[in-house]
């Protein structure tokens, strides 16, 4: 069984970092696609950054040169290096696995699994 453990969320100012973890279990599939979805009360989930089994990335517009998305060697852990966080950042953090390649605009209809979510404030 797949199982997905996301932690590393917190509070913090505008400007500040935060890193976050997704340990992923019970999967062996040599294609997949890794992501991180923002959940904001009211808006849809937002794809914010993915990462396939080659280490190819794609990033939302709004984190560009801010947000890193890496994975470790053995695929057990997906990384979000948050860096320069703004106020628009702030909302749940879920992590979520694809058994096929990543795709742009696909959405959330891509994942296969999702984690429980860790939750991200950056404040003014």
Same mark, same amino acid.
């Given at each position: 069984?797949?199982?997905?453990?996301?932690?590393?969320?917190?509070?913090?100012?505008?400007?500040?970092? $935060?890193?976050?973890?997704?340990?992923?279990?019970?999967?062996?599939?040599?294609?997949?696609?890794?992501?991180?979805?923002?959940?904001?009360?009211?808006?849809?989930?937002?794809?914010?950054?993915s990462?396939?089994?080659d *280490?190819?990335?794609?990033?939302?517009?709004?984190?560009? *040169?801010?947000?890193?998305?890496?994975?470790?060697?053995?695929?057990?852990?997906?990384? $979000?290096?948050?860096?320069? $966080?703004?106020?628009?950042?702030?909302?749940?953090?879920?992590?979520?696995?694809?058994?096929?390649?990543?795709?742009?605009?696909?959405?959330?209809? $891509?994942?296969n699994?999702?984690?429980?979510?860790?939750?991200?404030?950056?404040?003014?």
């Amino acid at each position: 069984q797949v199982q997905l453990m996301e932690s590393g969320g917190g509070s913090v100012q505008a400007g500040g970092s $935060l890193r976050l973890s997704c340990v992923a279990s019970g999967y062996t599939y040599s294609r997949y696609c890794m992501a991180w979805f923002r959940q904001t009360p009211g808006k849809e989930r937002e794809e914010v950054a993915s990462i396939d089994g080659d *280490g190819a990335t794609i990033y939302a517009d709004s984190v560009k *040169g801010r947000f890193i998305i890496s994975k470790s060697n053995d695929r057990d852990t997906l990384y $979000l290096q948050m860096n320069n $966080l703004k106020p628009e950042d702030s909302g749940t953090y879920l992590c979520a696995l694809s058994h096929k390649y990543c795709d742009t605009g696909a959405g959330q209809g $891509l994942y296969n699994y999702w984690g429980q979510g860790t939750q991200v404030t950056v404040s003014s």
